[in-house]
């Protein structure tokens, strides 16, 4: 009779031991799946990051050129400086003004604003949006 009581004690606590491993097969299922979304997530924000860097790197060797072409004296925006466009940009007008009043392109004024902000002056001028 003993015997039985050992048996159903084991039995019981063997069942215990299977469900709480089933518990943990089904958390670990959930962490796995969690990862996965979180390494997509990751390679996602990497591969953008990448594109992001190359991008600026572009436009870094861009302003470069302009910056001697401008030493030089050689550079002209289409319809206005690019002195004009930094001095209306200076004198805080919107970047949408500057390139309605000067007819000149949004690449060209986000162009001077990034000269303005490396070399310190001020004169964002706004969003660069043309609406």
Do not use: C, F, P, Y
Not at 57 to 73: F, I, T
Not at 82 to 91: E, F, S
Not at 100 to 123: F, H
């Amino acid at each position: 009779m003993e015997l039985w009581g050992v048996l159903g004690g084991v039995s019981l606590a063997l069942l215990l031991v299977v469900i709480l491993l089933a518990r943990l097969a089904i958390k670990n299922n959930e962490l796995r799946a969690t990862v996965e979304v979180v390494n997509r997530d990751i390679g996602l924000l990497q591969d953008s990051q990448q594109g992001l860097g190359r991008h600026l790197l572009e436009l870094e060797l861009q302003m470069h050129n302009v910056l001697k072409m401008q030493a030089s004296g050689d550079v002209v925006a289409a319809s206005g400086s690019l002195n004009q466009i930094a001095d209306r940009l200076r004198a805080g007008a919107l970047a949408s003004e500057v390139i309605t009043a000067l007819g000149v392109s949004e690449a060209e004024v986000k162009l001077v604003q990034m000269i303005l902000r490396s070399s310190g002056a001020t004169g964002d001028g706004g969003s660069t949006k043309s609406t």
